[in-house]
């Protein structure tokens, strides 16, 4: 059956295994491996430093004096940096932070919060999950809420010396959720906003950030221009500071103009801001000084671009995601490659763009709503509305290519590139970085075309996306996109793409551990079709309701799917699905321990799998056929099949599809009698299972390492690990693999003490209402009957 999908890694506050078997050389002893903090490494997510930052030196020595002075480990408490726009609250933070880095030895998380930007701003569930991710927080194993998304990260961060940079936030709502709890940990933010709730209730300190003083703005335009420009004349300079409001932002771009005009007096340029600044204050009723200068300055600066500098310019203010590269660029003002290349580089030059990593470029926020602004002044309602629907296609485009590479089984839509260059990518590994660099935009793209009326392209988007959601696990975008795409269905009355949603959100909950809303929306997703007559469609839906029994352990309702499947298939003549519903059938038979009917059944699906050139699906068939044999009391012809299965896994180096038959390898082993053989594979599998998040299997991985302590008659070993895979399944809200961890512990324990005996009783409880042999003997032995 198809392998389940997600992420990486573990925690201690989740119920899974810290604790792991060294898999090393078993016979010499098996021992645990018990991490201090979290798999992979240190998080340094700061933005580069900004170049030629000078003064700002009172500045610095305050947030000097709120570093700890002692290694005690005891808190620290939040800073605020505020300031008004173009202030330079951003470069500040960055640049104390990355002096002070070395005292912060086990990370810095960085989160630009946009709170100021014409989008939407970055939430506290949004910020909480990259952060948890980056510390290595698996996404299925991230929590739904915000308060248990934000009491699992201060819980990680205690004890720790960790700095967490907040930028640009807008309000205390947005920032609390993200404070560490305890431990050395320092929590930096700027904002507009005084945030005075955070120095009311958290005991926020508060640094405030004027304008430069003239002299330190003369200073600055210098120190810019040094090597660009002959002297130029102290009273001009000063002149030219008061016109950028001694702004660091609009300092910087103002000198960046007369670097560009080396040889123009520095009287002719005061001139044009000059005349701009007259024209802006024309136009405008607004007293805010500050605003106005940076304004006038940033149109100066844009009225000296090229005809295609300042169009690209303004078709940036469009796009719909904060960052974006060359291609991007590109298919959105519909030039070549090559030449949006250039056009950046032009306007980074002229510091209207930022440019934080290679080939990756944003807008300050301010530049981003006057870019913004200029398209809806320039660009007609049409050319606009072309713009944007040239790069959600682009971005369609490119999450097909990478879907191609990391979920080639997945049944992708048609739909129409955006005739720009699409990344093509030679390896997975590539699509793999692609899709991380893009992930925050694909959203973002999904978004703007729903609001903008593009529904195909607003549909297209999630039914692609969703084969790597559901081999990520990546709850947050999936819910988000498909819901997105269900009411752009609706919007524009196309029922089958509103069918496709319903399936994607049925899929997405399933695998959430919410069966029953999947099951709800896959059923909503049936009887759609049904009435639209699509048929193919009728089978997936089908399918996949019997997959959700089936991952219940409701074996008759996900036999009568299966079957239900396999009878329309047949009568379609449709082959793909004839084979999925067979296996989907021989695994209801695997559970009800019909071993003969099971494996006749599977036998027939590896035919029509390897007819098909389906090596996943004949590979899990294999799986299946090893399951069979064990039950059989053919350990041998087992392992003959699940080395078949784990040959196709290493030949189509696929880690999911490896991880979850290396389980049955295990299983295998143990009936063979080789224990510690079975360890290794256990181990493997559990480890392997972090990487797509599949909790439920891991938890198997991790109850089956207890079997095999318990034939190595190491009691307390294994009633350890049933004890972690059954938090795990608790977690999960599996009643029947609980049930059957309960048991295996109770077993484990030999039967005695309360431990045991309370095991043996929420067991045999939670097995009523299961009808299957195995069950049934369960409970009957659980109740000494």
């Known amino acids: 059956?198809?392998?389940?999908?997600?992420?990486?890694?573990?925690?201690?506050?989740?119920?899974?295994?810290?604790?792991?078997?060294?898999?090393?050389?078993?016979?010499?002893?098996?021992?645990?491996?018990?991490?201090?903090?979290?798999?992979?490494?240190?998080?340094?997510?700061?933005?580069?430093?900004?170049?030629?930052?000078?003064?700002?030196?009172?500045?610095?020595?305050?947030l000097d004096l709120l570093l700890p002075d002692d290694e005690t480990g005891r808190t620290t408490a939040p800073c605020v940096v505020v300031g008004t726009a173009g202030v330079g609250k951003t470069s500040l933070a960055v640049h104390w932070a990355h002096r002070m880095a070395p005292r912060f030895p086990d990370g810095q998380l960085y989160v630009d919060l946009h709170g100021y930007d014409p989008g939407p701003l970055v939430t506290p569930d949004q910020a909480l999950d990259r952060f948890l991710r980056a510390l290595n927080v698996p996404g299925a194993q991230i929590p739904a809420d915000l308060e248990s998304r934000a009491a699992l990260f201060r819980s990680l961060l205690a004890g720790?010396?960790?700095?967490?940079?907040?930028?640009?936030?807008?309000?205390?709502?947005?920032?609390?959720?993200?404070?560490?709890?305890?431990?050395?940990?320092?929590?930096?933010?700027?904002?507009?906003?005084?945030?005075?709730?955070?120095v009311a209730r958290d005991g926020a300190r508060r640094v405030t950030l004027g304008v430069l003083p003239e002299q330190e703005a003369v200073r600055l335009l210098r120190s810019l221009a040094a090597g660009h420009r002959g002297p130029d004349d102290d009273a001009e300079l000063d002149e030219?500071?008061?016109?950028?409001?001694?702004?660091?932002?609009?300092?910087?771009i103002a000198a960046e103009r007369a670097i560009s005009r080396p040889t123009a007096p520095l009287r002719d340029l005061i001139e044009e801001l000059r005349d701009e600044s007259a024209l802006w204050d024309a136009l405008t009723a607004g007293d805010d000084d500050d605003a106005d200068a940076v304004r006038s300055v940033f149109a100066w600066s844009y009225r000296a671009l090229s005809k295609d500098a300042s169009r690209l310019f303004r078709l940036l203010g469009l796009h719909p995601?904060?960052?974006?590269?060359?291609?991007?660029?590109?298919?959105?003002?519909?030039?070549?490659?090559?030449?949006?290349?250039?056009?950046?580089?032009d306007l980074a030059g002229a510091h209207l763009l930022e440019q934080p990593r290679p080939d990756r470029y944003e807008f300050h926020d301010l530049l981003r709503a006057y870019a913004t602004d200029q398209a809806r002044t320039e660009e007609s309602v049409d050319t606009a509305r072309a713009a944007l629907e040239r790069a959600v296609r682009w971005y369609a485009a490119g999450a097909d290519r990478?879907?191609?590479?990391?979920?080639?089984?997945?049944?992708?839509?048609?739909?129409?590139?955006?005739?720009?260059?699409?990344?093509?990518?030679?390896?997975?590994?590539?699509?793999?970085?692609?899709?991380?660099?893009?992930?925050?935009?694909?959203?973002?793209?999904?978004?703007?075309?729903?609001?903008?009326?593009l529904h195909e392209a607003a549909c297209r988007l999630p039914a692609v996306l969703r084969g790597i959601y559901a081999g990520r696990n990546q709850f947050d975008d999936w819910f988000a996109t498909s819901t997105i795409g269900l009411g752009a269905a609706r919007a524009c009355g196309d029922r089958h793409a509103e069918a496709d949603m319903l399936e994607s959100l049925g899929k997405a909950h399933t695998q959430a551990a919410r069966r029953g809303e999947g099951i709800r929306f896959q059923l909503a997703a049936l009887e759609l079709r049904r009435e639209l007559g699509d048929r193919v469609g009728e089978l997936a839906s089908t399918n996949a309701v019997g997959m959700a029994h089936l991952r219940g352990h409701e074996l008759e309702r996900a036999l009568r799917m299966f079957e239900q499947t396999r009878r329309l298939a047949t009568e379609a003549g449709d082959e793909y699905w004839i084979a999925v519903s067979t296996n989907g059938t021989a695994n209801v038979h695997l559970g009800l321990e019909s071993f003969e009917e099971a494996a006749e059944l599977l036998r027939d699906a590896v035919h029509r799998y390897t007819r098909l050139g389906s090596p996943g699906g004949r590979g899990d068939a294999l799986r299946g056929l090893s399951h069979a044999h064990r039950g059989l009391g053919r350990p041998d012809d087992a392992l003959r099949f699940v080395e078949a299965a784990l040959v196709t896994a290493h030949e189509h180096e696929n880690r999911a599809w490896e991880a979850y038959w290396s389980l049955e390898l295990g299983r295998v082993q143990v009936d063979l009698g080789h224990p510690s053989e079975a360890l290794e594979s256990f181990h493997r599998s559990a480890a392997m299972q972090r990487r797509p998040a599949d909790h439920a299997r891991e938890a198997e991985a991790i109850d089956a390492v207890g079997t095999a302590y318990r034939a190595?008659?190491?009691?307390?070993?294994?009633?350890?690990?049933?004890?972690?895979?059954?938090?795990?399944?608790r977690e999960l809200d599996d009643p029947w693999w609980l049930a059957t961890v309960l048991d295996h512990l109770a077993t484990a324990l030999g039967w005695v003490g309360d431990e045991a005996e309370q095991a043996r009783q929420e067991a045999a409880e939670l097995l009523t209402g299961f009808t299957d042999p195995a069950s049934l003997r369960a409970r009957a032995r659980l109740l000494g009957t």
């Not at 018990?34 to 430093?49: F, K, M, S």
């Not at 030219?240 to 910087?252: G, H, I, S, T």
């Open 712 to 729: 190595l008659d190491r009691a307390d070993e294994a009633a350890r690990f049933h004890r972690t895979a059954a938090k795990s399944f």
């Open 240 to 252: 030219l500071a008061r016109l950028c409001a001694r702004l660091p932002l609009a300092l910087r």
């Open 321 to 345: 995601g904060k960052d974006f590269g060359s291609a991007a660029a590109s298919a959105l003002a519909d030039v070549p490659v090559s030449r949006a290349r250039r056009l950046l580089d």
């Open 160 to 198: 720790r010396r960790m700095l967490v940079v907040l930028d640009n936030a807008a309000t205390v709502g947005q920032v609390r959720p993200l404070l560490p709890g305890s431990g050395a940990c320092l929590t930096l933010i700027t904002s507009r906003s005084r945030l005075s709730g955070l």
């Open 402 to 453: 990478a879907v191609r590479m990391l979920a080639p089984g997945h049944r992708r839509p048609a739909g129409e590139d955006s005739g720009a260059p699409v990344p093509e990518f030679g390896t997975p590994d590539e699509a793999a970085r692609w899709y991380e660099r893009e992930r925050v935009n694909l959203v973002a793209a999904t978004r703007a075309a729903a609001d903008a009326g």
């Open 1 to 62: 059956m198809p392998t389940r999908g997600g992420d990486e890694s573990r925690n201690e506050l989740s119920g899974r295994a810290r604790e792991v078997v060294q898999a090393g050389r078993v016979e010499g002893g098996i021992h645990f491996h018990n991490p201090g903090g979290p798999e992979g490494g240190v998080p340094r997510q700061l933005p580069a430093d900004a170049p030629g930052f000078v003064n700002r030196s009172t500045e610095l020595d305050q």
